[in-house]
Each structure stands twice: as C-alpha cells, then as structure tokens.
C-alpha cells in the first residue's frame, strides 16, 4: 500500500473546506434579484402576450 503525502493541501482531512466569499455571494444574490426585476418588467410592459408568444417561442427554441 501506498501512503498519501503528508505535505499535500488537500490530503489534511482536520481542515474544512473553506467558506464561500461574500462577494461571491452578493453577486449571485444581485444576479438573482436582476432577472426577477427583468421579468417583473416585461410582465408589466408585455402582460399576457408574454406567455402567449414570447416565453413559449424561447421554450419551444430550447428543444
């Protein structure tokens, strides 16, 4: 059997992995919060014609 090299990073397991930035955070929060803005926005611009024609065709696109 092989031994794991003591002098590697990754192979201490007493260490947690390290918490996510909260930069990283609030530009996934913000990133979130601008689509949901986009979409309030087209909803009161578009309405009903919305769902009719332009998310259907995007939908319909995808496959």
């Known amino acids: 059997m092989s031994q ?3 002098t590697h990073p990754l192979d201490d397991a007493g260490e947690a992995d390290p918490a ?5 955070i609030a530009l ?3 990133g979130g919060m601008t689509l ?7 909803w009161w611009r578009e309405g009903d014609r919305l ?10 696109a995808c496959f």
């Open 4 to 6: 794991a090299d003591p």
């Open 20 to 24: 996510p930035s909260r930069l990283g």
């Open 28 to 30: 996934l929060a913000g």
């Open 36 to 42: 949901v803005l986009a979409g309030l926005l087209l």
């Open 51 to 60: 769902f009719t024609d332009g998310l259907i065709a995007a939908i319909v």
